[in-house]
């Protein structure tokens, strides 16, 4: 072999095969280059999802066994909604709304279809999303028509220069927009009428006003092969609520948020609470200047700082890594993560996967 490569090639001084070294130089350069083009692209870099379907009291006696099955089973579509893109090198970004338009379709949630109703008996929606890389973030509020209002705070974020739009005028824009408009009753079901019947009789027995939380809003956050994070959530807000009350899920910052330099963080409990302690922000601040794990921060978020105000509620969120952390100081919470490292779970309560 080596005698008739020597009879097609000139040695070089060593005695060496110039076309064998030139062969092995070129398969190293070539492997160098895949690599690279692999890295740009980022074939190799961790994916993760997270979503919830809301939190509060998710009373085990009434959640029947086909019931609790139909809810494992919407959030998992959801979450591989969401995954599939992620893994197909999709953004983050397209990843939270495909996750949150999927639940907000499904009557079982608290957002879009099945949204909890007004003092007035009608559903207003709330939602938002903010793309960590930039930061972007686009949101809307009071929506009546809008039947993926997800997609309306996404267009808000990517074809206006504002960043929230409230009742006619998100509709307006809407319109211009050419999104799905649907009248309120597609968003009614008989269950969340009888919610808000049940509460305004509890507001008449008590002799004040008692807006609940309907468990059921929806959210997402997802790190996606570029190393973007996103955040998204989506909401009919509380049973009872007044008309034009507006909750911490369309706010920046409390029930919404993502940097890439931080953390993603999605939100769901008493909306006030959360907006006055700026929730998703607080999370992302403690992890960006204090340094403390995702963990950490959320702990200190939910457990504490929250708790101490009487807040209720929980929050999913993820950072740059891909770490997860879903966590709550409720009864329950309806979640589910996934990530490239082969997690994939779906829970409700904290002692029962
Ligand atoms: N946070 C939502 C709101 O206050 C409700 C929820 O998450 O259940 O509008």
């Not at 970004?93 to 109703?117: C, H, I, Q, S, Y």
């Not at 005028?169 to 050419?178: S, W």
């Not at 649907?182 to 509890?202: G, K, W």
């Not at 996934?338 to 002692?351: L, M, Q, T």
């Amino acid at each position: 072999m080596r005698a008739g490569r020597r009879n097609c090639v000139a040695p070089d001084h060593n005695g060496e095969d110039m076309t064998y070294r030139k062969i092995v130089g070129f398969g190293v350069a070539m492997t160098a280059l895949l690599l690279n083009a692999a890295a740009a692209g980022g074939a190799g870099n961790p994916v993760a999802i997270a979503i919830h379907g809301g939190a509060g009291v998710i009373d085990r006696v009434q959640m029947t066994a086909d019931r609790e099955r139909a809810y494992r089973e919407a959030l998992a579509a959801a979450l591989d909604a969401g995954y599939s893109i992620l893994e197909s090198g999709g953004s983050s970004v397209d990843a939270v709304t495909a996750a949150v338009r999927t639940m907000e379709d499904d009557p079982l949630f608290n957002a879009g279809k099945g949204a909890v109703l007004n003092h007035e008996g009608a559903a207003e929606l709330d939602a938002a999303l903010m793309d960590g890389n930039g930061p972007r973030a686009g949101a809307v509020a009071g929506v009546r028509h809008v039947k993926n209002p997800i997609e309306l705070a996404r267009l808000v974020m990517e074809r206006s220069p504002h960043v929230m739009l409230v009742g006619e005028g998100a509709e307006e824009f809407a319109l211009e927009q050419q999104v799905v408009l649907v009248p309120n009753s597609y968003f009614r079901t008989e269950r969340r009428r009888l919610d808000l019947e049940r509460e305004i009789q509890e507001e008449r027995n008590q002799q004040k006003p008692t807006p609940v939380t309907g468990t059921g809003t929806v959210g997402a956050v997802a790190l996606d092969r570029a190393g973007n994070l996103a955040a998204a959530t989506s909401t009919g807000g509380l049973t009872n609520k007044r008309h034009g009350r507006v909750g911490d899920s369309p706010i920046i910052g409390s029930g919404t948020y993502a940097n890439n330099e931080s953390c993603a963080v999605s939100a769901t409990g008493q909306g006030e609470f959360f907006i006055r302690s700026v929730v998703a922000y607080d999370i992302c601040a403690l992890v960006n200047y204090r340094h403390l794990s995702l963990d950490a921060a959320v702990h200190e978020v939910i457990q504490v700082k929250l708790k101490r105000l009487g807040g209720e509620g929980g929050v999913i969120a993820i950072d740059h890594a891909g770490r997860i952390s879903l966590d709550f100081n409720s009864e329950g919470m309806f979640r589910g993560a996934r990530d490239s490292h082969g997690r994939r779970e779906i829970s409700i309560w904290r002692d029962n996967p």
